[in-house]
């Protein structure tokens, strides 16, 4: 017989941030666990039903009992398993023994070149009972809890720990009750609806009507996702009521995840506070209320905030009022801080702040920030007149860009670092690029919007990450695994969005962009003092970047197509144009034979010696190849000028005119001629042919 099993942990607060994952642990450790007992079919479905006091789970088409299985061992030889008579050895009954089996279960089969017994048992299968016990107890150890509590039981001397201490424990299959026991509790029926606006005790009569007894009893949704689109839509409808918005969606989904780990009976209330809080800086005002009071901020129809917010709050009541008016009494300190904060900051000069950064310790390996800011500047500057910006202003912008770590705000609210920067340097009067460069500083990467114009953004945003990554590379920081704590796999795709840009910049205007990569880390790590940076560290981080860069465009295009390209490192703003390119000559009739006829050249000319310099035409004896030099020669002006032109496309489809004699060469010529004139020269020719085949990419890896 199958029933639904419905399996619920009621517990004190959970966290909320770990709350929908817990739930899904719970729910999907369960049901893998009866699978694996034979208990729930593969077909079996897991509902899922998590709040702030509540893990449980509901399991469709669950057996009472495991059906019996067959089960052959492998026992041993049968030369050990009988004697000469064909009598059972000691060996084979002691192992009957342990099995619990007779020698009427036992067959002989060859296996190989041996022939050895195999016993064959009807196993029993699992009660539901003892199955779920056990499930249980292996799940409520897999939990992801963050940190676990220990507390002590009822009776005084037994202590349990789980993420919160648990009060009960319903298991009902169908509309029986499970005996299980878990963390000092016996399972019943019995769950419990809101704290305040619920019943107390709702008896549950089957496993099916969990959610609906909840819902009208328990005043209680406990489906995470409903509770959630419930809240989403009550968000919405009070600020379309409000002509307003709830924002942008970045800065929304977070908060609505968390708010609805906090509630179980969602309603939506107006708050709002005085208008003249709004001189402070918005970001401010936001996270103040999003990440403090969990709080929804409103916005006008300009993106700009309003001086009203929504309360998600755990009561529903005729007349909210209290609610209401505490709420906007808890906030108004809190707004009339980041007020404080503001207008005290204000009356010291970022500039004048800058020498505090000579207490504040980057790394203990690399110094305090006011060293680091030294070298950002030093390298801003280097980039700046790289990419034609001004270098002052860059220099400018380097030199204040940390200036807001010793502020109030920021000492409050380290998640507004170089916005606050950014505030604060056009209060002090600095120049609107330097302010805004202070306030881009700490964006993961660039994109395509009103900050690529500015290019003593792209200076210190470049030169912030080069320092970072040659720093604390050098020191022996550098990713692991999945582990990452300096950021520096970001930092390298920051770097490669930035130099995307600049890169489509200086083709848009017809100009080359001779910023490179390999030079900014060698200048870095000159900034350096001696013996920090580890030697070799900036070719290694050379090849990280490059990885990076070839894993994310893998994710796009071939893998083939993009290991060909990476293989040469070109300027990271040429990669993904050259990998489109070569993505369209993998299509071409000629790229298989190409890319297999450069594989073996890059062979030979490994192996090569005695080579000559260059080709001598008087040595050119076979018709093929006098016919591949001349075709050498006839495309390498069209190719040099495509390839100058950054036509990559264009320079791979020219390269494909030399199939039919690239092909003719290898049938015809032997390479490895024994007179050593003509071999040294044909390698000649040969290493000519790779230069030109391998000037966009080493196509010799669409070579399968």
């Known amino acids: 017989m199958s029933a639904n099993l419905l399996v619920e942990l009621f517990t004190e607060e959970l966290p909320p941030h770990a709350l929908k994952q817990l739930g899904d642990a719970f729910a999907a450790g369960i049901l893998g666990g009866l699978k694996a007992k034979g208990l729930a079919p593969a077909e079996a479905q897991a509902q899922s039903f998590v709040t702030p006091r509540r893990l449980a789970v509901r399991i469709s088409s669950v057996l009472a009992s495991a059906p019996e299985r067959t089960e052959t061992k492998k026992l041993m030889p049968a030369k050990v398993a009988f004697d000469a008579a064909g009598k059972p050895t000691p060996a084979l ?30 196993i029993a299968g699992a009660g539901l009972v003892d199955g779920l016990q056990a499930v249980l107890n292996e799940v409520l150890t897999r939990l992801p809890i963050p940190k676990v509590m220990s507390y002590q039981l009822a009776d005084g001397t037994t202590t349990v720990s789980f993420v919160r201490p648990v009060h009960g424990l319903v298991a009902l299959h169908g509309e029986d009750i499970v005996p299980v026991t878990v963390l000092g509790l016996d399972a019943g029926r019995i769950t419990h609806g809101h704290r ?27 489906d995470f996702d409903q509770r959630r689109g419930n809240i989403e839509k009550q968000l919405r409808d009070k600020a379309a009521a409000l002509a307003s918005s709830l924002g942008p969606e970045e800065g929304v989904a977070p908060l609505l995840d968390e708010v609805t780990a906090l509630v179980e009976m969602p309603t939506v209330y107006v708050g709002e506070f005085e208008p003249d809080f709004l001189v402070v800086p918005q970001e401010c005002l936001i996270l103040t209320m999003r990440a403090n009071q969990k709080y929804f ?20 009541l005729a007349n909210p009022a209290n609610i209401v008016e505490g709420n906007q009494r808890v906030v108004r ?15 010291t000069k970022l500039q004048a702040r800058v020498p505090q950064l000579a207490s504040v310790t980057y790394h203990n390996k690399l110094g305090s920030q006011l060293e680091r800011v030294e070298r950002v500047r030093k390298l801003a500057a280097v980039i700046a007149r790289t990419i034609g910006a001004d270098e002052k202003l860059a220099e400018r912008a380097a030199l204040l860009a940390k200036a807001d770590l010793v502020t109030n705000m920021v000492g409050e609210f380290p998640e507004l670092q170089g916005t606050m920067g950014r505030y604060y340097a056009l209060a002090d009067g600095e120049d609107a690029l330097v302010a805004e460069a202070i306030g881009d500083q700490y964006r993961i990467r660039f994109e395509d919007d ?41 930092a390298a795709l920051g770097v490669i969005s930035a130099f995307n840009l600049l890169g489509a910049a200086a083709q848009a205007a017809r100009r080359p962009l001779t910023l490179r990569l390999e030079d900014l880390l060698a200048h870095s790590e000159a900034l350096f003092k001696a013996g920090t940076i580890a030697a070799d560290s900036v070719p290694a981080l050379l090849n990280f970047v490059y990885e990076r860069y070839r894993n994310q465009l893998a994710t796009v295009f071939d893998r083939n197509a993009v290991d060909a390209v990476a293989a040469l490192k070109p300027p990271l703003h040429e990669m993904e144009q050259r990998v489109l390119a070569v993505v369209e000559f993998g299509k071409l009739p000629a790229a298989a034979s190409l890319a297999a006829a450069n594989k073996r050249t890059g062979n030979i000319l490994k192996k090569a010696d005695g080579a000559s310099a260059t080709v001598d035409a008087l040595l050119l004896v076979e018709p093929a190849e006098k016919a591949l030099a001349e075709v050498i020669a006839q495309l390498r002006p069209g190719l040099e000028q495509r390839f100058a032109a950054a036509d990559y496309a264009g320079t791979l489809t020219l390269l494909a005119e030399a199939r039919e ?21 044909r390698i000649a020719l040969l290493r000519d042919l790779h230069s030109l085949m391998n000037r966009v990419a080493d196509i010799s890896k669409l070579s399968t």
Do not use: C
């Open 93 to 122: 009954l002691k192992r009957l023994e342990k099995e619990g089996a007779s020698a009427a279960q036992l067959q002989r089969a060859v296996e190989g070149n041996a022939e050895y017994v195999f016993l064959t048992q009807t």
């Open 196 to 222: 305040f606006q619920g019943e107390r005790e709702i008896s549950l009569t089957n496993a099916t009507e969990y959610e609906q007894q909840l819902k009208t009893k328990g005043g209680v949704i406990a």
């Open 297 to 316: 901020p409103l916005f006008d129809s300009a993106g700009k905030l309003t001086n009203q917010f929504l309360i998600v709050s755990n009561m529903r």
């Open 333 to 347: 300190p809190r707004l009339a801080d980041a007020r404080f904060f503001f207008e005290t900051d204000k009356k």
């Open 450 to 490: 009103h900050s690529q114009g500015n290019l003593v953004s792209m200076s210190l945003f470049i030169a912030d990450r080069t320092e970072t990554l040659v720093g604390i590379w050098g020191i022996g920081l550098q990713p692991t695994g999945d582990k990452d704590p300096f950021a520096l796999r970001r």
């Open 661 to 681: 004699s690239v092909d003719a060469f290898f049938n015809d010529v032997m390479v490895m001629a024994e007179d050593p004139g003509l071999r040294a020269n």
